[in-house]
């Protein structure tokens, strides 16, 4: 136990044991399959999904390159930030962040005592599930040396919030799904739908 940890028999170590929780945060690179496997693993689980790049291009009423565009990346930074800090507070089911939000410092923190799945991949697999289309604001030039280089620099921050990492190659999202389950020690609601066969 660290030093900081709560007394056991405060009201704040209460209130902190029965705050809503997410059942897993999924963290990985683009290409990773984040929002198709967190949305299948939500399906099997029986909670609810809950996408940050989705709830911000919600918020916003934009897409996530537009507000790159119009505003800037450390724009879309803090509101990802703080969408991020509030699902995080409020959300039961399973969150999929975006590629980037892990490299937040305030989101590293926020990230302690969750349970977070870095989903590893291979850039072949990225590619061949992305294609490394323009939507994607920073892969837009040199896609494959871009992600490249956004891996190396992101992947030690990936390892350190994670809890487990399940990696993704040649698995079908259904097959990844199944090894996420596995990873956690979790089990499928027996009503849950099968996992969707699109690309992750």
Known sequence: MTSDALDPTSADATDAATAPRPVAVVVGPPGAGKTTVAAALADRLGVPFHDVDLAIEQQ??????DIFVDDGEPVFRELERDEVARALAEQRGVLALGG???MTPETQ???KGHVVVFLDVTIADA???IGFDRSRPLL???PRASWTAMMNTRRPTY???ATHRVDTAGRTPD???????TALGLTATPDAPDAPNAPA
Do not use: P
């Open 140 to 142: 837009s030039v040199n």
């Open 60 to 65: 916003q009423g934009r897409s996530i390159s």
């Open 127 to 129: 590619s061949r599930r």
């Open 175 to 181: 097959e990844v799904v199944d090894a996420v389950l």
């Open 159 to 161: 390892q350190q919030v």
């Open 109 to 111: 923190q926020a990230l």
């Open 100 to 102: 980037g939000a892990v």
